[in-house]
């Protein structure tokens, strides 16, 4: 589904703070494939997300989806394939409009033939039994502005709402950092949940050794801009705690 061919990403080329953020990549995701990528600060898997949404373009190397090569194709119209999640929980949704306008927006960003959705009543009836699937109580909320929900809650919407589009791949960069242990577990958890159910390509990248040993099928580990362990399904269901931990000492 995801097929990145020596994959470069240099920033400030030539300058004094040139940086080779990606130094060749190669990576074949399969779909449905849920892809976990550990790594240190700086080992750039921000970036190689950044190169799959567009949001970065590389400097060498080819992206395809599905066998279609989408290396120039701006962020905009890969948005058709690709939803994200990020860090930070403000930034996925608009806190001043309800959880029903949002979920409204969602669905007019995504397809020119959801510009005829309103907030009707059969609207309405889909969107909380969607929040009621959350089991976070949200569907009695629908009508309370986003900004006055906790931190998880409102990333386990931003989750709820990328993955109800057509976007067949969903990008999750560090989307619990922010979140206290309990609200992390449930975001993991719905997004894991959304990733079956939705039978989702999903890459997540995360700092949280528990998370990278629990969820996923697949694991890969980055330094210095490049894929220095690929430990697939059956491998990573023999491998042990302790052994992922020792990765990072
Ligand atoms: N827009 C940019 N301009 C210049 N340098 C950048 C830019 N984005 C990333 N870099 C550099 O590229 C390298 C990889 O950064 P990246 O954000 O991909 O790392 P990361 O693995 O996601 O780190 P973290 O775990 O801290 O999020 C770093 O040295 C970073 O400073
Ligand atoms: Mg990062």
């Known amino acids: 589904m995801i097929s990145l061919k020596g994959v470069q ?18 990576l074949e995701i399969p779909e449905r494939d849920f892809v976990v990528i550990v790594g240190s600060n700086g ?30 194709l701006p962020e905009h119209q890969r948005s058709r394939w690709v939803a994200r999640v990020f860090q ?6 608009a806190p001043d ?15 020119a033939k ?17 929040v009621a699937t959350l089991g976070l109580g949200l569907e009695n909320k629908i009508n309370q502005p986003i900004g006055t929900l906790s931190g998880g809650q409102r990333q386990a919407l931003t989750l709820l709402m990328s993955v109800m589009d057509e976007c067949k791949i969903l990008l999750l960069d560090e989307p619990t950092a922010a979140l206290d242990p309990r609200s992390a577990e449930v975001v ?44 697939p399904s059956s491998a990573k269901q023999s491998l042990s705690e302790i052994e992922l931990y020792s990765w990072f000492m």
Do not use: C
Request: hydrophobic share 40%; no cysteine; charged share 25%.
């Open 97 to 111: 409009l309800s959880i029903l306008d949002n979920f409204r927006l969602a669905a007019l960003r995504t397809s």
């Open 9 to 26: 990403k240099t920033f400030n080329r030539g300058k004094a703070n040139e940086v080779m953020a990606l130094r060749g990549i190669d």
């Open 188 to 231: 993991m958890k719905t997004a894991d949940d959304l990733i079956k159910q939705y039978s989702l390509t999903a890459i997540l990248i995360t700092h949280n050794l528990k998370d990278a040993f629990r969820y996923g099928n697949r694991l890969i580990q980055m330094a210095e801009g490049q894929i220095v362990k690929d430990i």
């Open 114 to 130: 959801s510009l005829k959705i309103g907030v009707d009543e059969k609207f309405r009836n889909a969107v909380r039994d969607k």
């Open 43 to 72: 080992s750039g898997k921000t970036t190689l997300l950044n190169t799959i949404s567009a949001s970065v373009l590389p400097s060498a190397g080819e992206i395809f989806f599905s066998g279609e090569n989408v290396t120039t």
């Open 88 to 93: 930070n929980p403000l930034s996925g949704t």
